[in-house]
Nanobody, 124 residues
Framework: QVQLVESGGGLVQAGGSLRLSCAAS????????MGWFRQAPGKEREFVAN????????YYSDTVKGRFTITRDNAKNTVYLQMNSLSPENTAVYYC?????????????????WGQGTQVTVSV
């Protein structure tokens, strides 16, 4: 069992930056692929980025590539999402998730554990 708690969301102007954090507790953090997803009102939850277990291989959706960066600090059991050049289209609830498997996991159904989400709002 893994517990995930996100933080760092908030209100930011277009062009600004935010860094989200996801603190994990429970089982060994390094065994999990960690992902970030987001869900805007009226839309399905969509993949943002993931980082593969202890290998640090990273994958991004095309919509955020070059602007968002996912990292993990295994000593702190924490995964981060640095978001730069934000636009109103990035407004959503952002979720952290953990998958007990290796590989580029992009479907929400591939993740066993989820945080409660943190709201990111980007104003014009």
């Amino acid at each position: 069992q893994v517990q995930l708690v996100e933080s760092g969301g908030g209100l930011v102007q277009a062009g600004g930056s935010l860094r989200l954090s996801c603190a994990a507790s429970g089982r060994t953090f390094t065994r999990y692929t960690m992902g970030w997803f987001r869900q805007a009102p009226g839309k399905e939850r969509e993949f943002v980025a993931n980082i593969i277990k202890s290998l640090n291989w990273r994958y991004y959706s095309d919509t955020v590539k070059g602007r968002f960066t996912i990292t993990r600090d295994n000593a702190k059991n924490t995964v981060y999402l640095q978001m730069n050049s934000l636009s109103p289209e990035n407004t959503a609830v952002y979720y952290c998730a953990a998958a007990d498997s290796t590989g580029d996991r992009r479907s929400p159904g591939e993740y066993e554990y989820w945080g409660q989400g943190t709201q990111v709002t980007v104003s014009v």
